[in-house]
């Protein structure tokens, strides 16, 4: 009898979690990179990224996830670099990506960003998230890195690494990205340099879906517990 009790306690933790996990469905509609040099045309490449653990190489893409999504754009491959010796001056990464679930919401993202930037070399983003449902928009915001050329900027690594809180929860966003990579004039090949080297975005979700969630699974755990 016992077993019994232990086996339909173990089957409802099974159920209870499943009920409660979360899981979303990651759309990464573009993921591409421009280089430009004067008078040529522009060298465009598909830029690979991660969902997850899950490496994908080219757009449209679609992937499952059932642990928080993680979507990393790995801009250093091929490199999104302008100057350093190259014939580049410009270029642009732009992402576009959605995020969609039937369950839990989502209040914000772990906001990474590194590049180098190096004498007139500077990195320009700008980052949009909308609701899907009401076209609402739930964050926009832009920054730089500015090189050592520029009036306050510093030559090196630089790099962003804060939690972004979106105007309210949703469990259905997208995502519009685009940074602008450029040696303002300077000699190609030269030294200035602007590099981005990877972006990333960890999502977070609605509290009171983790709290359900504990709680759910500490009532069932006590229940256990009891009939023992």
């Given at each position: 009898?016992?077993?019994?009790?232990?086996?339909?306690?173990?089957?409802?933790?099974?159920?209870?979690?499943?009920?409660?996990?979360?899981?979303?469905?990651?759309?990464?509609?573009?993921?591409?990179?421009?280089?430009?040099?004067?008078?040529?045309?522009?060298?465009?490449?598909?830029?690979?990224?991660?969902?997850?653990?899950?490496?994908?190489?080219?757009?449209?893409?679609?992937?499952?996830?059932?642990?928080?999504?993680?979507?990393?754009?790995?801009?250093?491959?091929?490199?999104?670099?302008?100057?350093?010796?190259?014939?580049?001056?410009?270029?642009?990464?732009?992402?576009?990506?959605?995020i969609t679930s039937s369950k839990a919401p989502l209040?914000?993202?772990?906001?990474?960003?590194?590049?180098?930037?190096?004498?007139?070399?500077?990195?320009?983003?700008?980052?949009?998230?909308?609701?899907?449902?009401?076209?609402?928009?739930?964050?926009?915001?832009?920054?730089?890195?500015?090189?050592?050329?520029?009036?306050?900027?510093?030559?090196?690594?630089?790099?962003i690494n804060q939690f972004v809180p979106l105007a309210?929860?949703?469990?259905?966003?997208?995502?519009?990205?685009?940074?602008?990579?450029?040696?303002?004039?300077?000699?190609?090949?030269?030294?200035?340099?602007?590099?981005?080297?990877?972006?990333?975005?960890?999502?977070?979700?609605?509290?009171?879906?983790?709290?359900?969630?504990?709680?759910?699974?500490?009532?069932?755990?006590?229940?256990?517990?009891?009939?023992?």
């Open positions: 009898m016992k077993g019994l009790k232990a086996l339909g306690i173990a089957l409802s933790l099974t159920a209870v979690s499943a009920a409660l996990a979360s899981g979303w469905t990651v759309n990464v509609s573009t993921s591409r990179g421009l280089l430009f040099q004067p008078s040529q045309p522009a060298d465009q490449s598909s830029v690979p990224f991660l969902i997850n653990n899950s490496l994908f190489n080219a757009t449209p893409t679609s992937h499952f996830v059932n642990t928080l999504p993680q979507i990393t754009f790995l801009t250093s491959v091929p490199p999104m670099l302008v100057g350093d010796g190259t014939r580049y001056t410009g270029g642009t990464f732009t992402a576009a990506y959605t209040t914000g993202f772990n906001f990474v960003v590194r590049g180098f930037v190096f004498d007139l070399g500077q990195i320009i983003w700008s980052k949009k998230v909308v609701d899907l449902n009401t076209s609402e928009i739930l964050y926009l915001g832009q920054g730089f890195f500015s090189g050592a050329g520029y009036a306050g900027g510093s030559d090196g690594f630089a790099s309210r929860p949703s469990s259905n966003v997208q995502v519009i990205e685009t940074f602008i990579l450029h040696i303002d004039g300077a000699p190609a090949p030269g030294t200035s340099t602007a590099s981005l080297l990877l972006v990333e975005q960890d999502w977070v979700p609605e509290p009171a879906s983790l709290l359900a969630l504990s709680a759910g699974l500490a009532g069932l755990l006590g229940l256990r517990r009891r009939l023992k």
